[in-house]
């Protein structure tokens, strides 16, 4: 099996690289950079399986345009799809992104309404879009959705809660719920889309909805810390500070309904939470 990867130094693609080597042995893996790279100086005539995972992502966007966005997000994903499927690659699987469902709190399922609201979210609608234009029974496209992401290293809100896990002595008690999945996890799904030569849309999630809380009370258990969880201090940042995004993005409730995220057997979902910490903060 030959297998191209897009996004050189990406979280998601760095992880999917390493893993899917050690995976198969008879798996023949190329990773690289396609966001200075000319598509014509790159050959696909012997590959089997395109995974594009580069985007433009985790920017202010007051800082880029969305021209920027839908250059990177949009025009670079279909000429890419395009020279796959011209060059006779079998699977085209496309990392979008839970951004494409919007400002939505709570359970997201297949009912709800798609109304990306910012760059990054309307850009990897439109090139859902593109790409599934494109497919017919010789190309097949397999578009995963998912929540965030998090493991050892990672960029974005969970570095953060480690952070202050290690060294707060006290932290909000907030009953939420929300969708997050281990990269592991992540990567054992698509491992499946391979295997199975699959097409579709996917939303995976880790087995367990996550709360807030109990993810910083993990991660303070693997480091030997205590920490105090107050009812009180809940109340009092939901009214300070309910209202704003950071808090949204942290505290609120944002899932995928379970019946959404399964598939197969949910194999995929490897790790349950308290495995998923030990692993990312031992491997910090």
């Not at 996550?210 to 205590?226: A, L, P």
């Amino acid at each position: 099996m030959r297998i191209f990867i897009t996004g050189e130094t990406g979280y998601i693609s760095n992880r999917l690289y390493a893993n899917l080597c050690l995976k198969q042995e008879n798996y023949s893996i190329n990773k690289k950079s396609i966001r200075n790279e000319s598509l014509n100086r790159l050959d696909f005539t012997d590959m089997d399986i395109v995974i594009h995972t580069a985007a433009l992502v985790h920017k202010k966007e007051s800082k880029y345009s969305k021209d920027l966005y839908f250059d990177i997000n949009v025009a670079l994903t279909k000429e890419l799809a395009l020279k796959a499927k011209r060059e006779k690659v079998k699977q085209f699987i496309f990392i979008s992104t839970m951004a494409v469902f919007g400002n939505q709190e709570g359970c997201i399922n297949s009912g709800s309404s798609i109304e990306p609201v910012t760059f990054y979210g309307q850009s990897k609608l439109v090139a859902e879009e593109a790409i599934k234009e494109l497919e017919d029974e010789h190309f097949k496209v397999a578009i995963v959705r998912p929540p965030m992401v998090y493991g050892p290293n990672c960029p974005g809100n969970y570095t953060l809660l480690s952070k202050l896990s290690k060294k707060t002595p006290i932290f909000p008690l907030v009953e939420n719920e929300r969708s997050m999945i281990f990269i592991d996890n992540l990567i054992e799904l698509i491992y499946q889309l391979i295997q199975n030569e699959e097409s579709g849309i996917f939303h995976p999630q880790d087995p367990q909805y996550i709360n807030t809380s109990s993810m910083v009370r993990e991660i303070s258990e693997v480091h030997g810390k205590s920490i105090y969880f107050s009812v009180f201090a809940g109340k009092v940042l939901k009214k300070l500070i309910g209202h704003k995004g950071l808090y949204q993005k942290v505290f609120s409730d944002l899932y995928y309904a379970k019946e959404l995220s399964s598939y197969k057997d949910n194999s995929y979902q490897k790790y349950n939470l308290k495995q998923a910490i030990t692993i990312t903060e031992r491997e910090q």
